[in-house]
């Protein structure tokens, strides 16, 4: 089994910077692909971006150029690094694994971007 727990987030001015981390356990060399979604109050939840094991990343328009995922492998640990923050990027960010076609998803971790 995998198990992840998401951390780092918190409250940031508009324009402002936050990482957050997602780091796993468990079954790490079964795990496929890593990814941010994230849900906005009164919203469902989004894709944010991916990392492959290969390393091949991809972006939601919304967030491109301004966010970066990243892993570690050493730590079994992604991030996502999050810059010129807007109040729209306001949510609970949650990161998910895939292990062996399944979904496997973290607590989450709230980002409020406001002044």
């Known amino acids: 089994q995998v198990q992840l727990v998401e951390s780092g987030g918190g409250l940031v001015q508009p324009g402002g910077s936050l990482s957050v981390s997602c780091a796993a356990s468990?079954?790490?060399?079964?795990?496929?692909?890593r990814a941010w979604y994230r849900q906005a109050p009164g919203k469902q939840r989004e894709w944010v971006a991916t990392?492959?094991?290969?390393?091949?990343?991809n972006y939601i328009d919304s967030v491109k150029g301004r966010f970066t995922i990243s892993r570690d492998n050493a730590k079994n640990t992604v991030y996502l690094q999050m810059n010129s923050l807007k109040p729209e990027d306001t949510a609970v960010y949650y990161c998910?694994?895939?292990?062996?076609?399944?979904?496997?998803w973290g607590q989450g971790t709230l980002v409020t971007v406001s002044s």
């Open positions: 998910k694994a895939v292990v062996a076609g399944s979904e496997v």
């Open positions: 990392i492959t094991r290969g390393g091949y990343t």
């Open positions: 468990g079954s790490i060399s079964s795990i496929d692909v």
